[in-house]
């Protein structure tokens, strides 16, 4: 393979490159920015969790520099939501050199949309699934049983609930873009459906504790979803010529 070959990956590369850096430094002003108030940013984390426990009740570190880097994973976590936009661009912009002019002209709704849709994910997280997750946890306490949740496991979970369902709300503007595209059509969602929502359970069991409320929180809102891609693919959906209907029938023929 010649060196002219090679030119375009490593290019891509380069690129690749490029776009992670803006990454990093847009993650690293949003963690310094966010350091300054890592402290009241825990507690309004806690929050949560604090309205299910019994009065009076706080949360333990149990090694001495745990407080420490406890509020510096507040801060990271807090830089990356706030990077989340320019993350999503990056992302976009890499990818916008194989797509048409037509799909170029997307890119500021779809990266505002996307953004809507992360930061809307995690907040159904905080305000719907947190409360009545954490007030299940701690029904298993008893006389003989005193739940003592630390600064770090607790950080550790809420934090992967958080950006899951982040993601997660991604999915209506996934399969819309890939129904834009061509790649999926509505036929082809409707006759998917019962395995999705298979998958939708799985994949809520594999990322939220074992407790079928929890469970059921993340697979229901993907379920909506799901159906709201549906529809996103009906409206914005790539239709289809005449020529493509008649194809199958003539060659049928």
Do not use: N
Not at 163 to 175: C, I, N, R, S, T
Not at 225 to 230: A, F, H, K, Q, R
């Amino acid at each position: 393979m010649s060196e002219g070959d090679k030119l375009p990956f490593t290019s891509h590369l380069e690129e690749l490159r490029k776009r992670l850096i803006i990454c990093a430094i847009a993650v690293g002003i949003g963690f310094v920015a966010s350091y300054v108030f890592s402290k009241r940013l825990f507690e309004l984390l806690m929050k949560p969790l604090l309205a299910a426990m019994p009065p009076e009740e706080k949360l333990i570190y149990t090694g001495l520099p745990e407080a420490f880097f406890t509020y510096l994973k507040v801060a990271f976590l807090a830089g990356l939501l706030m990077a989340v936009p320019v993350i999503l661009y990056q992302l976009w912009m890499f990818i916008a050199p194989g797509l048409y002019d037509r799909e170029k002209r997307l890119t500021l709704p779809v990266v505002f949309l996307s953004s809507l849709f992360f930061l809307g994910g995690a907040l159904f997280g905080y305000f719907v699934v947190f409360p009545f997750g954490f007030k299940f946890f701690m029904g298993f306490a008893s006389d003989y049983v005193r739940p003592l949740p630390s600064m770090k496991e607790y950080l550790s979970f809420s934090a992967k609930l958080l950006l899951a369902f982040g993601v997660v709300f991604e999915l209506p503007l996934f399969v819309t873009f890939l129904a834009k595209l061509g790649i999926v059509d509505v036929q082809f969602l409707k006759a998917k459906r019962k395995y999705a929502i298979l998958l939708f359970f799985v994949f809520a069991a594999i990322l939220t504790p074992p407790d079928v409320i929890t469970q059921a929180m993340m697979a229901g809102p993907l379920i909506i979803l799901y159906e709201v891609s549906i529809l996103g693919a009906k409206v914005f959906g790539k239709k289809k010529s005449k020529d493509d209907i008649k194809e199958p029938r003539e060659s049928a023929g």
